[in-house]
């Protein structure tokens, strides 16, 4: 009888990548303000100016010295004589004395002498004079320079991922193009004799690859740019040729299929022909997912999962996701996750990390239950598509009981 | 003294909205699904075929009838006579009888006469005869044709956004390329003389624009495409031109300024010359926000938000946000969100639904606690940068206690 492989425990695995590989952003590059988004910055901003770069005035209505206005109330108005206009786009050329005021817009400077703003809706005009119904106190209805944000402040580190929040900081300071981290390019093949590309007709005995697209999509899902490449039958001269293609065309490679045990299984060979270290990781003892093997090619990364797609994608989603991340520049965030009682008792796989898909449903008495996903097949695509999440037991754990409150991580992003 | 116009509560302007204008998806598109990340599903998917569409081997071994290895064990190993080889990605030509087996890979399909496979481990050859060292029942190693997706299963529903999984369930299928919603175009502009677009030197009495940077990134975040029209001065025979290239080249419309109560604020005025209705909204009692005007032209929605970028941000969050997820074909989620005790005394604008920016934070006794964000200013784009989310306050609500439980919507998508 056959011996069985020895498996990389999870956690194991995770500490020979570490000692082998540290992830790292691959450069930075320009990209125009209105492309920014999702991209990750590769810079510390630091504001060059004060926003706004002068008081401004926040209403349409009067510039004047608050003080002047001390006293004024409905019934007792006070009287200040106009000296011009502050108009928005210009500084103005006049400055306020005691007794004055100036017609003034809504983001227009504030003229020199005047310290607050009175709303127009609180004033009443007649030719040159105003009459302001309502005190106002120094500053008010005015946004002093710097109010927002003040020269040398950092006001986005390097790392954070740009939305329409940080786009509109950078946009303040005049930043039309900013720096960030280039995208990884993650190839992705797929490799079998019984896999044939979808939109072809369907031959007998084979079945459409699935893995190529589901992970070229988890790799957009990651940060990465994914390289289709296709699919390869699993003999060595042709995958040795397709791996050095995928290494020379991208960072990072990830196939499927082909890593199992058996007579046809030459990925771990012919990756170890490639360059070195070669193979680091060959098995990992979790379930599913076991047949997956890692390899560090002249440094890049190879990430060889198993050939069934809930598999595939899961041992995508703890082994090469974090990495493809981490070369991002994206900071690796804890995965959602929320607790739910088990709706029935769990298993784990003996000796291996088990991960039970679920789907997440209210009880009668609407408290959350984590329910596996029926088909429970590693080899179904429908067993992680139907799942809103997956419950994880560890090794030495021997049982989840129903009812149980467990963890659920949530797939989604 | 002024008159103050009547506000529309936040609840009266969505309903207004939703008498006038039924948001829809505006039309279908195909994609490959190598770029169908993150579109939305336009069509209801049933399956064409049974996935696996033939009984297959979920191991590298034989295939067997599995009657014929009851009884095997360790110790007492079951004889059988091999009949051929089972290759993946082809029709086995041979048939399993009784007291035979035929050599199998992983994917292979299962040979006729034959119910189960037996893993190589279990087994050892000695020419053409091995000895099976553990009983398998029937269908065991065996995924049947149909045990993933049934022939007629509708796998995927018109409205689904597309991820790694859904890509997945496609390419099972052999879908190749897929309809997905057209994304909506908005148009996004702004306007003020005080305005000046990123990247130019910052002339005296000027701001670099904020808003159609940040609204144009809203709109990605919102499943929309942004159309970026720049920056016009607030006079209408320029505001008109630049609104009437905005409806022509876009399927909704956002500006942001101009729509203040003051001399200069000619937006409601242009857009009621522009089409029918002409403005539906005119200010909402909320704050930061309440100078948002919202127009219906011929068709078209106009969201003219304040020229204040967390207002301009805010008001396009809860008004255009929906419609526009809506329009690309999206459905509505709530908002995701998290409670927190409120670290001061939070309170209402007089008769504004009123949303206070804030930070979360643990306290010493590692409770999560809601800080506003100190500058609190609408006319900042740091209020809005700083907050983790906001806490609303409802109209006729005094005020939020200090310690007291808020829930606070978190503002990441």
Redesign the interface.
Known sequence: ??M?RKLSTLDETKQVIQQNFRPKPLGVEETP??E???RVLAENVTAI?D????G?S???GYAVRAEDTFGAE?NKPVRLKICGMA?????PKMSVAHGEAAEI?????IPDGADAAVM?????RKDDVIYV?SAVAKDENV?KAG???KKGEV?LTSGQL????????????????TKVYSTPRVAVLST????I????K?P???????????????V??SGGK?V?LGVFPDEKAVLQRALKQALASADIVTTS?GV??????VMPQTLNLLGKPGVIVCGVAIKPGKPTTVALIDGKMVFSLP???TSA?LAFHLLARPIIKSMAGMQLEKAPEVRALASMRMFPAKGRRTFIMVKLKRDKSQRLVAEPVS?G?S????T??RANGFVEIAENQQFIDVSEEVIVQL???
Chains 1, 2 share one sequence.
Request: hydrophobic share 40%; proline share 8%; no cysteine.
């Open positions: 009888m056959k069985f303000l209105l920014a988004y999702n100016l926003i706004p770069p002068f401004r926040t209403v349409d409905e108009n928005a786009g210009k500084l817009v809504t983001g227009a400077p127009i809706e609180y004033t009443m119904y946004m109010a927002d944000i006001i740009l939305g329409s929040r940080e786009v509109g900081l950078l946009a303040a300071l005049g930043i039309a193009r079998g004799a019984e896999i590309e979808p939109g072809r369907l007998p005995g084979k079945i459409y690859d699935i893995n190529a697209y589901s992970l070229s999509t988890a957009r899902e994914p289709y299929g199992s045990v058996g007579p046809k299984d050939g069934h797609p994608l088909t097949l080899g179904a695509i429908t992680l598509a797939l989604k992003d």
